[in-house]
């Protein structure tokens, strides 16, 4: 059915109507009275020849599709907002706007503190909203994608959008300091005998998927949905962990771990912000896909060290981050 023959005031009451699963209520939070939200009901169970609402006891109960249309309405609800909300200009200096961004906390530790910090010193009135990124992100991105100004993942995961490109990184093993199973350079051999501490969303990690064609396969005894926690799952065991090297050096020093090159040719990791078309031409998202493009850059600049052989006291610790106690 074409929208043109629709009313989109409708999509409102849609939503209203299935969240709150209440006549009275609905009416009262899209600021209709009760008859309006009741005829409202009425011109939506025509439209889909269901009764969306079916009353059991003393309460309604969502139909089946219902209970379908609940998250698709709440998401074009949230995509109409975006659209009727974009602007031609935008002055960053004196306007005040909210971007939520999708993260896992790698990016959000190596990328976002510095993104941050750059939109506060530009941008006094805009904030940012970081939110982990979902486990089913490859299953329908494009949907999360609407629901988001951008979402900050490696290339390689999935492809058809169009993306900023930020910064590169490089896959470095974890191994605690105590472990003396372990020489001055871990083996392929190390990598098949030894217990794993693993990120959960494997597809973060595509140096790790390479083991396969090695014919490695890791013995997992400890996933974990942080990169932030792998160091003090390692410190004081026998497990390995694979971890980005530069979140490795921001983290050097708060767990007694060492990291060492991994004895196989991991692939780098190119990160990105990925957007939904329907934000190319929104002022203030330009505003933000360059400012990220521009912290992107400057962070590209500097080049994660290869501390693999260096000793704890060694070990770069960028002033910004001393170690911990």
């Known amino acids: 059915m074409s929208l043109s023959g629709l009313d989109l005031n409708l999509v409102l009451s849609l939503r209203a109507l299935l969240e709150e699963r209440n006549v009275t209520r609905a009416g009262q939070r899209v600021g209709l009275s009760q008859p309006a939200m009741s005829a409202a009901l009425a011109r939506l169970r025509r439209h889909f020849d269901d009764e969306l609402l079916s009353r059991v006891g003393r309460q309604y109960e969502l139909t089946a599709l219902g209970r379908a249309l609940l998250d698709r309405t709440a998401t074009a609800c949230d995509l109409l907002e975006r659209v009727f909300t974009s602007r031609a200009d935008f002055a960053p200096g ?53 629901t988001a100004d951008g979402l900050l993942m490696p290339h390689g995961v999935f492809s058809g959008f169009p993306a900023v490109e930020l910064f590169s990184d490089r896959w470095v093993f974890l191994v605690a300091e105590a472990n003396d199973e372990v020489g001055d350079r871990l083996t392929l051999d190390d990598l098949a005998r030894l217990p794993w501490v693993t990120y959960q969303r494997t597809y973060d990690a595509p140096a790790a998927r390479q083991l396969s064609m090695l014919g490695i396969e890791p013995r997992v005894e400890v996933s974990v949905d942080s990169f932030q926690a792998l160091p003090f799952l390692v410190a004081g065991t026998r497990r390995i962990a694979l971890v980005q090297q530069r979140l490795a050096e921001l983290l050097s020093g708060v767990a007694a771990v060492r990291p060492m090159e991994a004895p196989y040719g991991a692939v780098p990791l190119q990160e990105a912000l990925w957007w939904h078309p329907v934000h190319a031409h929104d002022a203030a ?41």
Request: aromatic share 6%.
């Open 94 to 146: 004196s306007e005040e706007h909210e971007f939520t961004l999708l993260t896992s906390d790698y990016a959000l530790t190596v990328f976002g503190a510095e993104l941050a910090h750059t939109v506060h010193a530009e941008a006094p009135g805009v904030r940012l909203r970081f939110r982990r990124t979902p486990g089913d992100v490859t299953e329908d991105t494009e949907t999360l994608l609407r």
């Open 285 to 325: 998202h330009i505003w933000l896909r360059e400012t990220a493009a521009r912290v992107g850059a400057q962070l590209a600049a500097t080049e994660p060290g290869r501390i693999a052989s260096l000793s704890p006291g060694q070990r770069p610790v960028p002033d910004r981050y001393p170690p911990a106690g």
